[in-house]
């Protein structure tokens, strides 16, 4: 029944609750997990107004933007790589919600696992900005994994 779990990351604290949740779930008949990190391109472009200089333009920054999310990625890999699933990580460039609705559609994903808040973590919020977006948009079951 859930034999592919989607699983987008902001790296936050509250979507890494959802790591011990994606351990338990090999009792669950799960096999495959895909580790989802968007980088947000809307961020981009008002952060080279800051960060520019600093790595030299456009192109670096998208690079180091990358290669910390790799890295990020590689550390959930590893807590995850005892569990036996299959796991790929992916790094998209674009708009999480719409990166996160594609994935769901082209890979035979099952149930994605979100968490509730992301990076923002606002106190009165109800759920995130892309988590809302996600409950209501996507097809497949969402497990919404709570701060
Ligand atoms: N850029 C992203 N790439 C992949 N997953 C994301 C991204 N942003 C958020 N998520 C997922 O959505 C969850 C909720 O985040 P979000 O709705 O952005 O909350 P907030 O508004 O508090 O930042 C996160 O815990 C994470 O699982
Ligand atoms: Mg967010």
């Known amino acids: 029944m859930f034999r592919k779990i989607l699983y987008p990351t902001d790296f936050s604290d509250v979507s890494k609750i959802a790591i011990e949740y994606l351990r338990q779930l090999k009792e669950s008949a799960v096999e495959e997990i895909l580790l989802l990190h968007v ?8 952060s080279y107004l ?4 600093e790595y030299g333009g456009e ?3 998208k690079q180091k ?3 910390d999310a790799a890295n990020k990625l590689a550390e ?3 807590k995850l790589k005892d569990c036996g699933f299959k796991i790929t990580s992916r790094i998209e460039l674009g708009i999480p919600l719409k ?11 099952s149930m994605i696992i979100i968490g509730s808040h992301g990076k923002s973590n606002v106190e009165e919020m109800l759920l995130g900005s892309v988590s809302e977006k ?14």
């Open 76 to 78: 959930i890999e590893d």
């Open 65 to 67: 933007l990358k290669d």
């Open 39 to 46: 980088i947000d391109d809307r961020d981009l472009q008002f």
């Open 99 to 109: 990166e996160i609705l594609k994935a769901e559609q082209k890979e035979d994903i």
């Open 134 to 147: 996600v409950v209501r948009k996507c097809k497949k079951p969402v497990l919404v994994v709570k701060r």
């Open 50 to 53: 800051y960060v520019f200089d």
């Open 59 to 61: 192109k670096d920054l």
